[in-house]
């Protein structure tokens, strides 16, 4: 059993990935169309246990933000409701 749960760890810092909840989510503000570089509106946010990472639908991998980095949230949802979310 010990070993398996080893294993497990290992493929889990060595491809981050395949073990992320996936998000897909589309791009309105000037910065997130600028980040995708004329290559369409959709953008796959990728969140696991060592961050957050922007890919595109070709599962290239844009951008990767440590969750340290991260200072500011702000969801914005259809109805007109905004959260922000400061740290």
């Known amino acids: 059993m010990a070993i398996s749960a080893n294993m497990v760890r290992q493929c889990r810092q060595y491809w ?6 996936f998000y ?10 600028f980040l995708l570089q004329g290559k ?4 796959v946010i990728a969140i696991n246990w060592s961050g957050m990472y922007a890919i595109d639908l070709n599962e290239n991998l844009l ?6 980095e991260i200072k500011h949230i702000e969801i914005v949802r259809k109805k007109g409701l905004k959260l922000n979310f400061d740290f």
């Open 16 to 21: 981050t990935l395949p073990f992320s909840r």
């Open 24 to 33: 897909q989510v589309v791009a309105t503000s000037r910065d997130s169309k």
């Open 40 to 43: 369409g509106q959709t953008l």
């Open 63 to 68: 951008l990767s933000i440590k969750f340290m």
